[in-house]
């Protein structure tokens, strides 16, 4: 049936929700996603932040995540999206998937335990740290050869408790 809501997270907040047709979306702390299903198409958009999603299987109505100026598409699996300054992060865990642009660019095709990330006009598709990359469900924030800053960045969106580097140049620091 044709369902419509918006979905908001605030900082440290993670929030799991169902979905009209039984699937299910995570939340990361900040994000924001609209959801609009009708009869013919599943449809979220993720305004900001970072969703998780578990389609369930249908092959009649694809399930659509845009991103900026990104769709990716797939008939059911579990998938996660990032929209943010960089562009998206689309996570493939498991299913198939398929990203185009908004314009209806080539679509790239991701495969499970890949990652398709980077702006629409040039994305980068490569093998996903699964583990790594969605440990967030489970409370935890993983870095590996990231500037401190961008660590800062991620650990006060998860809390409250928030951490300011003593001088910017530390931001830096790998």
Same mark, same amino acid.
């Given at each position: 049936s044709a369902a419509q809501a918006t979905i908001r997270t605030g900082v440290g907040e993670r929030l799991t929700a169902p979905l009209p047709d039984g699937s299910r979306v995570t939340l990361a702390p900040l994000s924001k996603i609209r959801v609009k299903f009708t009869s013919k198409v599943r449809a979220v958009r993720l305004d900001e932040g970072q969703a998780y999603f578990e389609a369930r299987r249908a092959s009649d109505r694809p399930f659509r995540v845009t991103a900026g100026d990104q769709i990716a598409e797939s008939a059911g699996g579990r998938f996660q999206v990032t929209f943010g300054e960089g562009g998206s992060q689309i996570l493939l865990e498991e299913g198939a #998937?398929?990203?185009?642009?908004?314009?209806?660019?080539?679509?790239?095709?991701?495969?499970? +335990?890949?990652? &398709? !990330?980077?702006? $629409? /006009? /040039?994305?980068? #598709?490569? $093998? /996903?740290?699964?583990?790594? #990359?969605?440990?967030?469900? +489970? +409370?935890?924030?993983?870095?590996?050869?990231?500037?401190? !800053?961008?660590?800062?960045? $991620?650990?006060?969106?998860? !809390?409250?408790?928030? &951490?300011?580097?003593?001088?910017?140049?530390?931001? $830096?620091?790998?």
């Open positions: #998937l398929q990203v185009a642009t908004a314009e209806g660019a080539v679509a790239h095709k991701v495969a499970a +335990g890949q990652v &398709l !990330s980077g702006p $629409a /006009a /040039a994305p980068r #598709l490569a $093998a /996903a740290d699964l583990e790594g #990359l969605t440990a967030w469900r +489970g +409370g935890r924030l993983v870095f590996d050869d990231e500037a401190l !800053s961008d660590v800062v960045a $991620a650990f006060n969106r998860y !809390s409250s408790d928030q &951490l300011v580097l003593a001088r910017p140049e530390l931001g $830096a620091i790998r």
